[in-house]
């Protein structure tokens, strides 16, 4: 049994699952029958009004996003998919702070569900910096399935290792 590296924190029995898939050659068919399409948001103008509309929805009071981009030097290599930034600068006799988010290339040709996983957990990091209990209540919040949707990237980011994308 090969390992899954993006499936190491789940229980043997999900990764039996995924081996199995894997092995019969199914795991294409599974993400397929559950996100068969992939979203529209190409660029970085409508990346940033998809973002600010779930930021807007949800994280009214929440800092300012200076930037939203997509970025081709995010790589699932270095295990992370998107970043949020925060930046604080000395001007003259102010500080000024600049909140950034980017979002891996990976995720121009995905289903829009993947997507969103990956926008609500750097909108949590403007509330909530570390990975702790509040920062996925928050995450559930802006999407309830959101743990759902972080294990099934995880499958697609096993399927992409080994066959390359799917979408």
């Known amino acids: 049994m090969s390992t899954l ?11 039996s699952q995924v081996q ?11 993400l397929l029958d559950k996100y068969p399409t992939t979203h529209s948001v190409a ?19 929440s800092a300012a996003l200076s930037k939203i981009v997509y ?18 600068r000395i001007q003259g006799n102010k500080l000024k702070s600049k909140n950034e988010i980017r979002i891996s290339t990976l ?19 403007l509330k909530e910096k570390d990975h702790n209990k ?10 309830p399935a959101y743990h759902q949707l972080e294990f099934d ?3 697609y980011l096993t399927y992409c290792e080994r066959y390359g994308n799917l979408y």
């Open 153 to 155: 990237l995880r499958v």
């Open 5 to 15: 590296k993006y499936l190491s924190s789940y229980s043997p029995d999900l990764q």
């Open 71 to 88: 970025d081709p030097k995010i790589h699932v290599v270095s295990n992370a998919l998107g970043t949020h930034s925060f930046v604080a």
């Open 107 to 125: 995720f121009k040709q995905t289903p829009v569900e993947f997507l969103q996983m990956i926008v609500v957990h750097e909108l949590a990091h």
């Open 43 to 61: 660029n970085d103008r409508a990346l940033r009004d998809f973002v600010l509309e779930l930021k807007n929805a949800y994280l009214k009071k």
């Open 134 to 143: 509040a920062f996925y209540q928050l995450c559930r919040h802006m999407l």
């Open 20 to 30: 199995g898939l894997l092995a019969d050659n199914r795991l294409d068919r599974y």
